[in-house]
């Protein structure tokens, strides 16, 4: 599996500064076959080997005769597809298509959107969105459950197209965000969350102490945890933690036109999930592909 994620990483790497952005066209030429994409994402799934998943027995036949390989367990003759329990299952896109799309969402300092991806990968808008939101709904069902713990310092901020406004009178276009860090001794953050917050747990720009303790009994450890919170006018306490934040607002405002309540979750947690692979210098794309090959999708997939 890492032979071939460094090559995918090295590939856009080297050709980073030729290229407005990572090309579906670069990919196939140099990871060509769909049989070394199918075979990555199943060393993802099993990295220790086959393993059937009715009775743990770990030999299986291999029948080709389908788009993706199916495993038959030589133990109890359970079958299962490549793809069942992932965020693939029903999916007709190729696997090679998944793991481009994988690999531009996992880029720390870019965001894909919908119509960017479906010219790349030449699928329907609605395809893209749906390839993309099964993505964001994989990482946020990982992330939701990460707490933060020890010294910890968060503050509430504002997502939305319109500029910041310094007034204290909330634009019904600014969302406000709760963003709060682990902090070590050097004053930097280890551990990054941002949490959407309900609209009756906040007095116009200013967080009350119920939107505080919401996100506190939610996101942080009970033991051994202590918890400041600054109102925006604070905001010199916590530079390291509010550029965190500053960051994810600025990306999104470059790649979306707008994004609604509704979904506006998910993609915080897909930045803090980058966010967080990144403070711990782990690598986001090999991540991000183990993670995708141990999470089922929760709504069907949309033809290309």
């Given at each position: 599996?890492?032979?071939?994620?460094?090559?995918?990483?090295?590939?856009?790497?080297?050709?980073y500064?030729?290229?407005?952005?990572?090309?579906?066209?670069?990919?196939q030429?140099?990871?060509a076959?769909?049989?070394d994409?199918?075979?990555?994402l199943?060393q993802?799934r099993?990295?220790?080997?086959y393993?059937?998943?009715?009775?743990?027995?770990?030999?299986?036949y291999?029948?080709?005769?389908?788009r993706?390989?199916?495993?038959?367990c030589?133990?109890?003759r359970?079958?299962?597809?490549?793809a069942v329990?992932?965020?693939?299952?029903?999916s007709?896109?190729?696997?090679?298509?998944?793991?481009?799309t994988?690999?531009?969402?996992?880029?720390?300092?870019?965001?894909?959107?919908?119509?960017?991806?479906?010219?790349?990968i030449?699928?329907?808008?609605?395809?893209a969105?749906?390839m993309?939101h099964a993505?964001?709904?994989?990482?946020?069902?990982?992330?939701?459950?990460?707490l933060?713990s020890?010294?910890?310092?968060?503050?509430?901020?504002?997502?939305?197209?319109i500029?910041y406004?310094?007034t204290?009178?909330?634009?019904?276009?600014?969302?406000?965000?709760?963003?709060?860090?682990?902090i070590?001794?050097?004053?930097?953050?280890?551990a990054?969350?941002?949490?959407?917050?309900?609209t009756?747990?906040m007095?116009?720009?200013?967080?009350?102490?119920?939107?505080i303790?919401?996100?506190?009994k939610?996101?942080?450890?009970?033991?051994?945890?202590?918890?400041?919170?600054?109102?925006r006018?604070?905001f010199?306490k916590?530079r390291?933690?509010?550029?965190?934040?500053?960051?994810?607002i600025r990306?999104?405002?470059q790649?979306?036109?707008?994004l609604s309540?509704r979904?506006?979750q998910?993609?915080?947690?897909?930045?803090?999930?980058?966010?967080?692979?990144?403070?711990?210098?782990v690598?986001i794309?090999?991540?991000l592909?183990?993670l995708?090959?141990?999470?089922?999708r929760?709504?069907?997939h949309?033809?290309?």
């Amino acid at each position: 599996m890492r032979e071939i994620v460094a090559v995918i990483a090295n590939l856009f790497q080297q050709n980073y500064s030729e290229i407005s952005f990572c090309d579906w066209q670069s990919f196939q030429d140099h990871i060509a076959k769909e049989e070394d994409c199918i075979g990555l994402l199943a060393q993802a799934r099993w990295p220790n080997g086959y393993c059937c998943p009715r009775c743990d027995h770990n030999q299986a036949y291999v029948i080709q005769t389908r788009r993706l390989p199916l495993y038959q367990c030589i133990g109890c003759r359970h079958q299962t597809s490549l793809a069942v329990g992932t965020i693939m299952e029903n999916s007709r896109i190729p696997v090679s298509k998944w793991l481009f799309t994988l690999y531009l969402v996992s880029l720390i300092d870019r965001e894909i959107n919908a119509m960017q991806l479906q010219q790349r990968i030449q699928v329907t808008y609605k395809t893209a969105w749906a390839m993309l939101h099964a993505i964001r709904q994989a990482i946020s069902c990982v992330d939701s459950e990460r707490l933060l713990s020890g010294n910890i310092k968060g503050s509430v901020g504002f997502c939305g197209q319109i500029p910041y406004k310094s007034t204290s009178t909330r634009d019904p276009q600014e969302k406000p965000v709760i963003f709060c860090a682990s902090i070590d001794e050097q004053e930097q953050p280890t551990a990054f969350k941002m949490q959407v917050v309900r609209t009756d747990h906040m007095k116009n720009k200013h967080l009350e102490w119920a939107g505080i303790q919401e996100f506190t009994k939610r996101y942080v450890k009970s033991e051994g945890s202590g918890v400041q919170f600054f109102q925006r006018f604070a905001f010199y306490k916590l530079r390291p933690v509010k550029e965190l934040f500053d960051q994810t607002i600025r990306s999104f405002k470059q790649s979306y036109r707008g994004l609604s309540s509704r979904h506006l979750q998910l993609y915080l947690d897909k930045a803090c999930f980058k966010i967080n692979l990144r403070l711990q210098n782990v690598p986001i794309f090999e991540s991000l592909i183990e993670l995708c090959m141990s999470t089922q999708r929760t709504q069907p997939h949309k033809a290309a």
